[in-house]
């Protein structure tokens, strides 16, 4: 089954603790891409990688870091200098390599604070 | 100016009938667009891709205006299980990113 995997599901963060939330692909897409929901709000773009070890600032990407050593896996943390982490987290693929096909997304991840 | 905008509703409906909503993108080189249906709590889920020409997929007809830079979406006799945020995705020409209206809710009544 091709697909995008997140976990955990779910994830509560201490006060001043880092947390880190994986996202995997199968699907051998070049483009991976991390956004968060607030309720009620739309998607915002934290990060995202075209290549592998090469990736991009989205539109919030303050208080969150990224790696990307490997075409299947683009993790996510959320450090202690995001003061409000908690929403939805999602993290997408696409082809890439300007090709405008569209994003398929993971299952996502809700992060709450303890 | 936002690159994506969507009137957020509420669309609230009667089973049966036929609702459209509409989408402004503001980049002219744009190349490709979506719709995406978003449940609640739930990833947005590819609905349907938006061509030149228009497409149809069973009771939901996408279509696109670049002269005048919309897309919009079609849904004839409404089902309750359409209920749900319906965004409109336009990706831009700069290289794979993609940008997302805040999506228009739908809600579909017996």
């Known amino acids: 089954d091709g697909g995008i995997t997140q976990s955990p599901k779910y994830l509560f963060r201490k006060e001043g603790q880092n947390v880190t939330l994986s996202c995997e692909q199968n699907?051998?897409?070049?483009?991976m891409y991390w956004y968060r929901q607030d309720p009620g709000q739309g998607l915002r773009l934290i990060y995202y990688?075209?290549?592998?070890?090469?990736?991009q600032k989205g539109d919030i990407a303050e208080g969150y870091s990224v790696s990307r050593e490997k075409k299947e896996s683009f993790p996510l943390t959320v450090t202690s200098a995001q003061k409000n982490p908690t929403a939805f987290y999602l993290c997408?693929?696409?082809?890439?390599?300007?090709?405008?096909?569209?994003?398929?997304f993971g299952d996502g991840t809700r992060l709450s604070i303890l | 100016r936002k690159e994506v905008e969507q009137d957020p509703g509420p669309f609230n409906v009667p089973e049966g009938a036929t609702v459209a909503f509409n989408c402004t993108y503001s980049?002219?080189?744009?190349?490709?667009f979506f719709w995406y249906r978003q449940d609640c709590r739930k990833e947005p889920k590819l609905l349907m891709s938006v061509y030149s020409s228009g497409n149809e997929d069973g009771r939901f007809t996408a279509q696109l205006n670049r002269a005048s830079q919309y897309i919009s979406l079609l849904i004839r006799d409404s089902k309750l299980s359409d209920s749900a945020t319906y965004l409109c995705v336009v990706n831009a020409n700069t290289g794979n990113q993609f940008y997302f209206g805040t999506g228009t809710s739908l809600t579909v009544i017996p």
């Open positions: 980049n002219s080189a744009s190349q490709s």
């Open positions: 699907l051998n897409h070049d483009a």
């Open positions: 997408a693929s696409s082809i890439g390599g300007g090709e405008y096909q569209p994003q398929h």
């Open positions: 990688s075209q290549i592998v070890n090469d990736f």
